[in-house]
């Protein structure tokens, strides 16, 4: 029987988030702990979905799936495969709603098995239009910041349209991921920033500028190996997505203990309110003893890891 694999990781978004949908840049990195792998297996008739929120035809798929069951029928036209015979078999370890861009890692992993089970090479071009296909669904105007995250082993330097630039690390860094157990909407995240905008135009405006500002230097911060600084922008970043209203009591309390532990920084990462924050450890034994004192502190699911120079 015919079966191929394909398979995808997650994000997390370190600065800039929120800042981005209005011009100003983002860095997100690669986050290899978590991710998705997709099978596809030859079994004749409709097109099939075998996975933990949906079990059964394509066509009878519930609505917050209709990106990937777009994504893809758009992936079969494209390889020139009739849309039947096919079983799409997800095994995905992101959760949802948190932030780490499990929609992108589920249609990048959806759409490399396609390729693999036609035998076919997936450029980077090709692979970012399909995923945005998804994308568009679940999340309205996206800023392709997940997909290009989501397909890239470095970090990313996005700013809307302009090319991606991929930053290189002068040092390996340790970062923690801790969940705050709620769910977190980005969609009304992004859209309360738009209402403060319209309200007070002049001081969400400077929010937003002082978001990018910190933003460039964390791109210098990470260049030049200064993790301290990195760790102090990191905070700032979160003061001015608190004046933004994005950040919630789960998530300050989070991020207050991680400080208090020794974290060089810690903020929410992603759309806010609601989902993860992200904490820069120390070194590598802190970043494990900060792990545990987070899990023991309650934090839902805790991930230490190590982005690599
Ligand atoms: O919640 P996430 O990881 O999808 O991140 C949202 C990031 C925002 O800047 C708030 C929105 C966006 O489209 O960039």
Not at 169 to 197: K, P
Not at 246 to 270: H, M, P, Q, Y
Request: charged fraction near 25%; hydrophobic fraction near 40%; charge should be negative.
């Amino acid at each position: 029987e015919k079966t191929a694999i394909g398979i995808a990781h997650s994000k997390v978004i370190l600065i800039g988030e929120h800042a981005v949908v209005h011009g100003q840049p983002a860095i997100a990195i690669p986050f290899p702990l978590i991710g998705v792998e997709t099978e596809i297996e030859y079994v004749p008739g409709t097109v099939k979905m075998d996975s933990t929120f949906y079990h059964g035809p394509l066509q009878h798929a519930p609505k917050e799936l209709e990106g990937i069951v777009e994504c893809v029928s758009k992936s079969c036209e494209y390889l020139g495969i009739p849309y039947k015979d096919l079983l799409i078999r997800i095994n995905s370890s992101v959760p949802p709603g948190k932030g780490l861009g499990s929609s992108a890692s589920v249609a990048i992993s959806v759409i490399r098995s396609l390729f693999h089970y036609c035998e076919r090479e997936c450029s980077p071009e090709d692979l970012l239009k399909l995923a945005n296909v998804a994308e568009t669904y679940a999340h309205g105007a996206p800023s392709g910041l997940d997909t290009l995250t989501i397909t890239s082993d470095k970090p990313v330097w996005y700013k809307k349209d302009n090319p991606v630039e991929h930053i290189e690390l002068g040092e390996d860094l340790h970062f923690i991921v801790a969940d705050s157990g709620r769910f977190g909407d980005t969609r009304t995240s992004v859209e309360s920033v738009a209402n403060l905008l319209k309200t007070a135009p002049h001081r969400i405006h400077s929010k937003i500028e002082r978001i990018g500002e910190l933003t460039h230097h964390a791109k210098e911060a990470l260049e030049k190996a200064s993790k301290q600084f990195l760790g102090q922008l990191l905070n700032e970043a979160q003061k001015e997505l608190e004046t933004l209203g994005v950040s919630d009591a789960g998530l300050n309390k989070l991020i207050r203990f991680a400080r208090e532990e020794g974290a060089l920084g810690a903020k929410l990462t992603g759309g806010g309110n609601g989902g993860c924050i992200i904490a820069l450890a120390q070194n590598e034994v802190h970043s494990k003893q900060l792990a545990e004192k987070l899990r023991r502190f309650g934090a839902a699911a805790v991930w230490p890891f190590v982005l690599k120079k």
